[in-house]
């Protein structure tokens, strides 16, 4: 089980853009180019063949091992593992055990495996949120609370609705019918749905938008991907995406749960603060952020890593301009390989006398109305990664 397990690590910790894993058989002779092992002439091989691997399970099989992994207690279970294992064909991740309970500790950890899970106290929550958003529009609170009072569209009142609310669907589609149907709805909200993640891995309607509109979505969209990720299907499609279809430079899968949190590449940003803190003398945060950021846009004003990393330019033979424009890749894969992030860790394992690390924990605050005590990434990822061992764990039983 030992070395089931540790090829199961071994398959999340080296996803690389996830299809360019090697999963057919066995290593080659260590040294013999990669040759096939051979029997000699006369002699009969003895040991008892190996069990096929994963991948090399035809689907049917491998969809029944899945849910195996799932809790026998969930309804729908090979719903469950034929959704999952679908997400999995589309992006092309590989069809390895171990990267199949990285997904399942996420979904265990977020949702509970439910499609769209209860949120406790969201009707105060929603009420809360449409008065602060009156007074900062200027809306009187009575006229708010007089618009409440009509009838929405399955009949009930709007407030009736906010009282009854469980699931963050259910506020999703009523805001939407606020800004569609209420006289001021649009000049109330904005535009603006406060439900930014929902789903069985809780994924970011931002992420889920852009990911359709940039790599594509195999399913039918009904009204807006917005509702596709409310679904089974769709929740899980958009929660593998986020979580593994990007190549991840850790070794250890506690950071790639923590970059799931606090978003990609946090946990090497993290790393990378805490090199330029070393070498300016300068306190920064170390929550994975290099750049400002407003709405999701990086901002022209110079953020305190930005600012640290220009007083020693000249130690990093680096102009500002050249810092900036290296700093704007911190988003993706690429800025490991940028002539800044070279030569911070060049200069910062020099003055340590020891090669640091190249992936630390996020320093995250968790904040949400959701969030009733306080939490952080660190916890949220080692949470998962408890849920994830467990998985693992069950992966031998699911061949019987």
């Known amino acids: 089980m030992k070395r089931i397990h540790q090829a199961a690590l071994l398959a999340v910790l080296t996803l690389a853009g996830c299809a360019s894993i090697d999963t057919g058989g066995g290593p080659g002779i260590p040294g013999g180019g990669g040759l096939p092992v051979t029997t000699p002439a006369g002699v009969t091989d003895s040991a008892p063949p190996r069990p096929p691997t994963w991948p090399e399970l035809d689907e049917a099989t491998r969809r029944q091992r899945l849910a195996r992994l799932l809790p026998t207690t969930l309804r729908d ?4 593992a034929n959704d999952l294992h679908a997400a999995f064909v589309h992006l092309r991740i590989p069809h390895e055990p171990g990267v199949y309970c990285s997904a399942l500790a996420i979904i265990e950890q977020e949702s509970g495996y439910q499609a769209n899970p209860a949120v406790p106290g969201l009707g105060k929550i929603a009420w809360k949120e449409l008065q602060e958003r009156a007074g900062r529009y200027g809306i009187p609170e009575l006229l708010l609370e007089a618009a ?7 009949g009930r009142s709007y407030r009736q609705r906010i009282d009854a ?8 589609d009523l805001y939407e019918e606020v800004i569609a149907e209420i006289p001021f709805g649009k000049r109330l909200l904005a535009d603006f749905n406060p439900v930014r993640t929902g789903g069985p891995m809780q994924v970011s309607v931002d992420f889920a938008e ?3 509109r940039e790599r594509g979505y195999p399913y039918p969209v009904g009204k807006t991907i917005r509702e596709e990720i409310f679904t089974r299907r769709g ?3 958009f929660g593998v995406a986020i979580l593994l279809d990007y190549p991840a430079p850790y070794d250890d899968v506690v950071y790639r749960f923590a970059d799931f949190n606090a978003g990609r590449y946090s946990s090497r940003n993290a790393a990378f603060q805490a090199a330029v803190a070393q070498l300016s003398g300068r306190a920064l945060a170390r929550d994975g952020d290099l750049l400002r950021y407003r709405k999701g846009l990086a901002q022209v004003e110079a953020s305190s890593v930005e600012t640290a990393l220009r007083a020693i330019n000249s130690r990093l033979r680096l102009s500002d301009h050249d810092i900036r424009r290296d700093l704007m890749l911190e988003k993706g894969a690429e800025f490991s390989d940028s002539v800044l992030f070279k030569r911070v860790f060049a200069l910062a394992d020099q003055a340590a006398g020891k090669r640091l690390p190249r992936q630390t924990m996020p320093e995250i605050d968790l904040k949400s109305p959701k ?5 952080t990434t660190e916890w ?3 949470r998962v990664e408890t849920r994830f061992k467990s998985c693992l764990g069950r992966v031998d ?3 019987g």
């Open 210 to 212: 852009r990911q359709a």
């Open 148 to 154: 409440m009072l009509k009838s929405s569209a399955d």
């Open 380 to 382: 949220f990822a080692r």
């Open 165 to 172: 609310l469980k699931t963050e669907k259910e506020m999703s």
């Open 371 to 375: 969030i009733t005590r306080k939490l």
């Open 397 to 399: 039983a699911t061949a």
């Open 235 to 237: 929740g899980l499609f």
């Open 77 to 80: 279970r090979q719903a469950w």
